[in-house]
């Protein structure tokens, strides 16, 4: 039985692990760390590996390239997952490395998920770090300044990964087929629908690349419309306390604030399709109305709500759309940040100058002593000045009247700004 499967004399290898680079030449898609003047390889021709931190996607190639690293710098390559160690294992590990340095030999201990540890365990390495007990290799897909600790960070070097092109992934369709000694059976069109499905992750990638070998038939080809259907494809990577989920709301909101509708229909949809929370998008949507449009234009925000509104009343998918209407208004919209300024200088001077009493003349008088204070006293009812405008002071004296406020030349502001411009003008006339 264990013959016919071709188990016979050992369980059968993927193909993403046969293809596994034998140099860092070999690794593909990061030539700016292992090409002829990446990091890496100057750092090996200088003979001086220091501690790193590889930031990138799955499937890029950090555990592979830290492999590599410990053989070609000769050091013992211990490996742990920081998901399924504690501190019993890494005590384990550093005594075992200063066993191998006391006997000459050192060692390169590559921790995978290297932000799972929380803080304490963190700060173990840092003493065998500093005395070249050990040469640390972390691996994290999350981003290192908020994960890791600033002390661990002071110690290595981050060294980011990219997630895999197209010519990337069709190097590794070229190296399969030689390996395999067989094309794919894939058309050209579907070879590259199948780079865009791997989103990037070459060894998603490769495990595709070996589903189609084994279960096409002889001498068919798989057209584009039928890949569809022959693989499953992932859910986009996306998890909602990591680095995507606000790398791409920060893509939605900075496209909408260019104005550039079709960047933010995309970020939209790319956010939706991996699950990311209706409402959490149509809260960001109104966020922008008022940040980055304000009165500009003062349908952004009866619209961010119509769409927010919309949605808890269709539901999903229908009331997605809504969304979608909303994104694209606000990103066609007149954009204005001047609201979203003045209002930040106003609480800034609303905390340093908090205790100054207003100015007695905007102050009612309901008791006798009130009035004997001349609360209220001189003030003019607007609506029975000419233009209703009275133009008097309202901040409080020792302050002095202060501008806010300023609106720009765009969109509905810039009639409020002819407003302005003329009440200043009625207001130096009359003494204000």
């Given at each position: ?26 690794v593909?898609?990061?030539d ?5 003047n ?74 995978d ?39 661990v ?25 030689e ?28 495990n ?80 922008i ?6 009165l ?51 609480m ?23 009035k ?43 009639d ?17």
């Amino acid at each position: 039985m264990f013959e016919a499967s071709g188990m016979a004399n050992e369980a059968p290898r993927p193909l993403a692990d046969r293809l596994r680079p034998q140099s860092l030449s070999q690794v593909v898609g990061q030539d700016h760390l292992v090409g002829k003047n990446g990091t890496l390889t100057r750092m090996l021709a200088n003979k001086r590996l220091s501690s790193i931190i590889l930031w990138g996607p799955p499937g890029t190639g950090k555990t592979t390239i830290a492999r590599l690293l410990a053989g070609e710098t000769g050091l013992e390559f211990e490996q742990m997952l920081a998901i399924f160690s504690g501190v019993a294992d890494l005590k384990k590990a550093f005594e075992a490395a200063k066993k191998r340095r006391q006997e000459g030999k050192g060692t390169l201990l590559f921790v995978d998920e290297i932000h799972r540890f929380n803080r304490a365990q963190q700060d173990g390495f840092l003493p065998h770090m500093e005395d070249g007990t050990i040469i640390l290799i972390g691996a994290t897909t999350e981003n290192p300044s908020f994960q890791l600790n600033a002390a661990v960070l002071s110690r290595a070097q981050v060294l980011v990964l990219n997630r895999l092109d197209e010519e990337a992934m069709q190097l590794l369709i070229s190296r399969a087929e030689e390996l395999v000694e067989k094309p794919l059976p894939i058309t050209d069109d579907a070879k590259k629908t199948l780079c865009a499905m791997a989103d990037g992750d070459g060894r998603y990638f490769l495990n595709m690349v070996e589903e189609i070998y084994q279960g096409t038939e002889d001498g068919h080809e798989l057209e584009v419309d039928e890949l569809a259907g022959f693989l499953q494809r992932r859910v986009p990577i996306y998890d909602k306390s990591n680095d995507s989920h606000y790398n791409l709301i920060s893509a939605l909101h900075k496209s909408i604030r260019g104005s550039d509708p079709d960047a933010a229909l995309y970020y939209l949809a790319r956010m939706l399709v991996a699950g990311e929370s209706p409402l959490f998008l149509a809260r960001r949507l109104v966020r922008i109305a008022n940040e980055d449009i304000g009165l500009a234009d003062p349908q952004a925000i009866v619209q961010a709500i119509a769409g927010l509104e919309t949605f808890r009343f269709l539901g999903s998918p229908e009331g997605e759309l809504g969304l979608a209407q909303c994104a694209v208004y606000l990103a066609t919209a007149p954009k204005s940040n001047a609201l979203y300024t003045s209002f930040k200088t106003a609480m800034k001077r609303a905390k340093d100058n908090g205790s100054t009493a207003p100015p007695k003349i905007i102050l009612n008088a309901p008791t006798k002593i009130m009035k004997q204070q001349e609360y209220g006293a001189g003030y003019k009812y607007d609506h029975d000045q000419p233009d209703a405008f009275s133009g008097q002071n309202y901040f409080p004296e020792d302050m002095g009247r202060e501008i806010y406020y300023r609106p720009v030349e765009r969109g509905f502001e810039r009639d409020i700004k002819k407003r302005l411009e003329y009440w200043a003008k009625l207001r130096r006339e009359r003494g204000g």
